[in-house]
Structure formats: C-alpha cells, structure tokens
C-alpha cells in the first residue's frame, strides 16, 4: 500500500519573497531605532569631521581639487572632486545622522561648502551642527586643512 503523500513545505520562489519583504522593513525601520547617542549633534558632528577628513585624504591622493557640500537644514552632503579638464566627479553622497529637530546652519545660499586643494589646504564657510541643546561648531584650519569640533 501506497501512501500519496502531499506537497509540504515552500517554494524557493516564495522564500525569496518572503526574504526580501523582511528585508525592505528592515532597512526602513533600522534607522528610527538608532540609540538616542546615534541621533545626537555630536554624532552628526563627528560624522560631518569623517567627510572632511576623507575629502581632505581624496584631494592629495587624487592631486585635484575636491570639494564638500552640506546642505544647510536637513545635513544631506556631497564631496565632488574636479577634473583636469573641467569635468566634476562625484565621490560620496549621503546625509548626516542629524537628531530630530537637529539641523546643520552657516554657509551661504542654503550650504556650507568646503574646498581642498591637492596640499590639503582648505578654504571653508562657517558652520555648526545644531539641536535643542545648542551647538557645535566645525571649523577647518585653512593652512592644514584639518578640521575639528569646537563645543
């Protein structure tokens, strides 16, 4: 005697689906559970220092101008590098993990903006990265290049 035994189990097809849904929530709710310590003006600060520095490194390995731009109020940057011939390479881009009701202020036309020369010197508008305890300044050495946090 033969028992029919029916299909158990999924399909590898379903699994798939079923993974990538778990990942699409996970990749939206990861960011709203950052710690408070994530999500605070010193961590955005810190982070903004790290783009500078790697910009800085990018402009004497490259030999080129490269050039940093914070987008006043949300913290959304980009580090472009300019080419020999006129044309513009962009590096990096994201957005600082800026707290909420935090925001980056300075600059000029609503961004701060940072240029490195191939020696790493800088040339660097005002800014500060802000939340409802106050402020912390960047401020960037023109003759280094080097930049650091001014609490």
């Known amino acids: 005697m033969r028992a029919d035994l029916g ?3 999924f399909t590898l097809i379903e699994l798939l689906v079923v993974l990538a849904m778990l990942a699409i929530a996970a990749a939206v709710a990861v960011p709203a559970l950052r710690p408070p310590a ?3 003006a010193g961590a955005a600060a810190d982070s903004l220092l790290h783009v500078l520095a790697r910009a ?5 390995a490259r030999g ?4 940093v731009e914070v987008r006043a109020g949300d913290g959304a940057f980009a580090v472009v590098a300019d080419g020999d011939d006129g044309t513009r390479d962009t590096l990096r881009a ?5 707290p909420a009701g935090g925001r980056i202020v300075g600059g000029r036309e609503g961004a701060a903006r940072v240029a490195f020369d191939a020696a790493g ?3 660097a508008d005002r800014m500060a990265v802000t939340d409802e305890r106050g402020g912390i300044g960047i401020v960037v050495d023109a003759w280094s290049g080097s930049a650091h946090a001014a609490r």
């Not at 994201?94 to 800026?98: Q, T, V, Y």
């Open 56 to 60: 800085r490194a990018d402009a004497a």
């Open 94 to 98: 994201g957005s600082l993990p800026l």
């Open 121 to 123: 010197r800088a040339r």
């Open 38 to 40: 994530e999500r605070s």
């Open 7 to 9: 299909r158990g189990g």
């Open 64 to 67: 080129t101008a490269v050039r």
